[in-house]
């Protein structure tokens, strides 16, 4: 089931991207999954309690989708 975009105001989507470009210059997985996990809690804030909460993989997938969008 695919979910609807999100939409998200500035002061939120600017540390998305900062974190998505920090995601991918790090090499340890660790790390990466910790830039995930900051993510999507964040982002789980912001979506309220009505929506599906994001889960880290989500938080990956969003990344790979936007990486090439964000330059």
Not at 40 to 55: C, D, F, I, S, V
């Amino acid at each position: 089931m695919r979910r609807k975009p999100i939409e998200l105001p500035p002061k939120v989507a600017k540390p998305f991207v900062a974190d998505m470009r920090a995601y991918f210059a790090v090499k340890d997985s660790i790390e990466r999954d910790e830039i995930a996990a900051r993510q999507a809690w964040l982002l789980n804030q912001h979506l309220g309690p009505r929506e599906k909460k994001l889960r880290l993989i989500d938080v990956r997938e969003m990344f790979l989708q936007m990486r090439d969008q964000a330059s």
